[in-house]
């Protein structure tokens, strides 16, 4: 693969260039030397012909014939090249980010977009006085949430060599480095692409539970771990710089973790796996601790005499011996006048003690943070603020972080399971059938322990209470942050709340303080459209009952509702999904207003733009007002997790822009525009419109056929991504495919249908109905509009029907049927689009993305073509054949690393 000069790059992108053609070289060079120069030609015979079709303009048929055939293994393998460039270019474009960030920070000018130090300036040019921010300060509150959706569960193995080839560019940015440097960079990024050709990208066993875990922790322990400290120390540097203030900041950040607690439709998780998950969890962070404690006491080596130290400390470190004899007899001589490296050798050891739940351990983080902050103050007093000082202050801003527990974990369960339970509990089979008023005041004086249940051998019963059982035994060992919330799938009334709490008193999850308290947060999930039309009434019904409102209350008077953007758009397609979340979130603000309650959002967004994945800033800045209010809770899922945490730099970034972006759209949300008024109505009629049209594809006869097989959902079902089924049941209808398969599939067949599809006919009636300048006018004005045209936008430019075609015709004669259908919306939503937005190309205001599309295209539409046949093969195999399935998986692979993009 030899360098790109068919393509165009950005003025000032010069050394992303160098990076692509250089990285692009070794794999060519590496290519060759483990397949042999054959291979490598007939790599970059395939390129030439890819990058000519688009040039030209052709069809696909040629490039297609030129892949039909190949043997299953050597399809693998050239799928395996196309996917190694595309990690390359990847890796190329995320060091030219840190490249820009440091850019930017070197020239010292204007700081860079969406920096703290650029929001911060914005607000005080706001008119945000430094009281005001403070104050909000104290209320802010962010947390990624890390699910268990692997659609990308890269290797650890392999995650260690991107992160040296990421090194050996970094270093790469120091001008004064020598030649033979240079040359052993080289060498580490050639043995770390060599090495990882040679390790398989995934296992063929499909993971448990345990090793999602595991991929979930290693960002958490690693690249998070680390930069959180920076992150306190950014924010506050630049309100030193913007507003001349030094002020200690509040605890404004954690993490969570649906990983072991996810239950909804995995029987693969339940009270062990919770139970599992929090003890990994433990251990591991324990351990980063550990670590950190050994290099302080050899960094903190003030000896006595030299420097005074603080009584308290001294006190302490005395205690300590005495509790500690064995740990304090290690200590060698020589060292007995160094008191920080003495306590803190002694506080490793009662660190060690809690690791191994021993009786001195520390009985929570508190305990911990009180000792390092007594080395702390101590070296404050004494002039060690330049020698240690800061690096005790990060230790103790990772404990407040990450306490005992690393990451909160919550659990989600189907309403329909707790039905099962409460029916067999009750002796009611018709329990599920009856209606909402019934069983919620049957639920009421089992909810507020007025009652109680009796035995019961139901099997759905019995797991649910070990699983209460283990929540109740899991706060009580860990403490109460290690679990988050309650998450209820399916909720459609107050009744699906109440028997949350019902069943957790069964359990004995009831408060030691306070018997009649169950302290648990319980969020009910508004999935469908349906639902988030609904869910106003459902909450309005839940806040109005009595036994609920004293749970509440004792909560803090803090209800938590969670948003689900993917099923509502699997439901009803991307505008009306967008619109109903939108219009949920203002309506559930003001039932909570009626109500004298705080809400708070938990969005379940997904990585594509049709499950909810958008850039933040935006996202928040176009949410109804008083929708953020300093709280954002979100999830994280699939490459989104390893594309945003895994590589510190970026992390870092990542989580600046998320604290500027919550502190703008809490301080200074957007105004409210009075023609928004007019707006919503006509977005309601074309929400309706593109509903109706999206609907009446997938409810089209034979199309759950054609879904089948114009698209690989069936490959996707049989990789080894992780321990949920890929459906919830027997699949009747769309309704009962998760949604991150639905939308993998229709991504890897390159339509990606969900993300557009009924949009087009929508803005076509729109302005046929109230004219195409009132359109324009909202697309111009309106951030909620323009955000999602935007976001269409990206995934029409992704797209490409010519391959989508070829994909299409291995349904046979529904081929006919469908894609004519698809054709034409599609371009009706390009053409409509277009025009609303006054441009002839997509992308024309995102010539980053643009280039960054550009940059992939070639080596995509080679492994799609290739899987297009490669699919023809297996299938009329009757899907039998693993070493085709196995081309096919490294062909889906590619794919989705070319197109960052899966489910």
């Known amino acids: 693969m030899q360098d790109n000069r068919e393509l165009e790059f950005l003025p000032h992108d010069g050394p992303l260039r160098e990076d692509v053609s250089r990285l692009g070289a070794m794999v060519g060079l590496m290519l060759a030397e483990q397949e042999g120069p054959a291979f490598f030609e007939r790599v970059e015979q395939v390129r030439t012909a890819a990058i000519r079709r688009r040039r030209e303009g052709a069809s696909v048929d040629e490039l297609a014939d030129s892949l039909a055939g190949l043997d299953a293994a050597d399809a693998e393998t050239l799928a395996r090249a196309f996917a190694t460039y595309f990690q390359a270019v ?49 209320r802010l509150w962010i947390e990624p949430v890390f699910t268990a959706h692997p659609t990308e569960a890269v290797r650890r193995s392999l995650l260690e060599k991107e992160q040296a080839i990421v090194r050996s560019l970094v270093d790469n940015f120091n001008h004064n480095r020598t030649p033979q440097e240079r040359i052993e960079d080289d060498d580490r990024i050639y043995m770390a692409l060599s090495a990882g050709w040679q390790t398989a990208e995934a296992s063929p066993v499909r993971p448990s539970v345990q090793d999602e875990y595991e991929h979930v922790g290693y960002y958490l322990a690693n690249p998070l771990y680390r930069i959180v400290p920076a992150l306190y120390e950014s924010l506050a540097r630049s309100l030193q710089d913007v507003y001349g203030v030094a002020v200690k900041l509040p605890r404004l950040l954690s993490f969570a973790s649906w990983v072991g607690g996810d239950m909804d439709g995995n029987p693969n998780v339940g009270s062990d796996t919770i139970a599992s998950s929090l003890a990994s969890q433990r251990a591991q962070v324990l351990e980063r601790y550990l670590e950190d404690i050994n290099a302080l006491a050899h960094q903190l080596s003030q000896t006595e005499g030299r420097v005074g130290v603080a009584r308290g400390l001294r006190t302490r470190l005395a205690d300590y011996r005495e509790r500690f004899p064995a740990a304090a007899a290690k ?16 506080i490793g050891a009662r660190l060690e003690a809690t690791r191994d739940d021993q ?36 230790l103790i801003c990772r404990v407040r972080s990450f306490g005992f527990h690393l990451a909160r974990l919550d659990l989600r369960q189907d309403s329909r399971v707790h039905d099962d339970a409460l029916g067999a509990l009750l002796n009611d089979p018709d329990w599920a059938s009856r209606p909402k008023l019934e069983r919620a005041d049957r639920l009421r004086p089992y909810a507020s322990g007025a009652q109680a249940f009796g035995d019961c051998d139901d099997d759905s019963a019995k797991n649910l209470q070990s699983v209460f059982i283990t929540l109740r035994e899991s706060r009580q060992r860990y403490g109460l942050d290690a679990t988050g919330l309650y998450i209820i799938s399916m909720a459609r009334s107050a009744a699906d709340v109440l028997a949350v709490l019902a069943l957790a008193r069964r359990g004995g999850l009831v408060s030691p303080e306070k018997p009649h308290d169950v302290p648990l947060d319980i969020a009910p999930l508004f999935e469908t459209v349906d639902d988030l039309q609904n869910a106003p009434a459902s909450l309005r019904a839940l806040l109005d009952d009595p036994v609920y409102r ?91 997790i390893h594309r945003k945490y895994g590589i510190r730099a970026l992390a870092l970034r990542g989580l600046e822009q998320t604290v500027g972006a919550v502190l703008r759209a809490s301080l200074r949300p957007r105004q409210t525009d009075p023609r928004e008024v007019r707006w919503s109505e006509v977005m309601t009629a074309l929400s309706a419109a593109s509903r109706k049209t999206y609907r009446a594809f997938v409810d089209r006869e034979h199309f759950v056929e054609y879904f089948r097989t114009a698209t690989p959902v069936d490959v996707i079902e049989k990789m080894t991504l992780g321990s949920r089924p890929a459906s919830r049941r027997s699949m009747r209808g769309v309704q009962d495919l998760r949604a991150i398969p639905w939308v993998f599939a229709w991504t890897q067949c390159r339509s990606i249908l969900p993300g557009w599809y009924g949009l087009g006919s929508a803005l076509e009636q729109g302005v046929e109905q109230f004219g195409e300048d009132t359109l324009a006018e909202m697309a111009r004005h309106w951030p909620f509009f323009s955000n999602m045209l935007d976001d269409v936008e990206m995934v029409l430019a992704k ?33 409509w689009l277009l025009r609303l937005k006054s441009t002839g190309t997509l992308l024309n205001d995102s010539p980053r993305l643009a280039v960054s599309i ?50």
């Open 854 to 903: 550009r940059l992939r295209n070639p080596y995509i539409d080679p492994m799609s073509l290739l899987q297009v046949d490669l699919l023809r093969r297996w299938r009329a195999g009757n899907g039998t054949d693993d070493a085709l399935l196995q081309a096919l998986v490294a062909c889906v692979n590619g794919v989705s690393q070319g197109l960052q993009n899966t489910g």
């Open 331 to 346: 200590i060698r001589p020589r060292h007995l006048d160094m008191p920080y490296r003495c306590f803190l050798v002694l």
């Open 799 to 831: 797209c490409d029907l010519g391959i989508a075609e070829a994909f299409s015709t291995l349904s046979g004669p529904l081929h006919d049927d469908f894609f004519s259908l698809i054709r034409d919306e599609f371009e009706r939503t390009r053409r």
């Open 359 to 394: 009786k001195d351990g520390y009985t929570s983080a508190a305990e911990l943070t009180d000792d390092l902050q007594l080395i702390a103050d101590s070296l404050f007093d004494n002039l060690g603020l330049h020698a240690g000082a800061y690096a005790v202050e990060r």
């Open 550 to 640: 004293q749970h509440l209350a004792a909560r803090g008077d803090q209800q938590w509702v969670m948003l689900g953007y993917s099923d509502s758009g699997k439901d009803a397609g991307t505008l009306a999904s967008k619109w109903a979340l939108q219009r949920a979130q203002g309506e559930l603000l003001e039932v909570a207003r009626e109500a004298d309650i705080q809400l708070a959002f938990f969005h379940g967004r997904g990585g594509s733009a049709s499950r909810g994945g958008a850039r933040i800033t935006p996202a928040l800045m176009s949410s109804p007002r008083g929708a953020v209010a300093g709280v954002l809770r979100v999830t994280e899922q699939g490459e989104v």
């Open 90 to 138: 990847n890796t190329a474009e995320r060091v030219h980010r840190i490249r820009r960030r440091r850019d930017y920070q070197r020239e010292g000018g204007t700081p860079q977009p969406e920096s703290l130090l650029d929001v911060l300036g914005q607000l005080k040019a706001d008119g945000v006085q430094a009281e005001e921010l403070l104050g909000w300060m104290e």
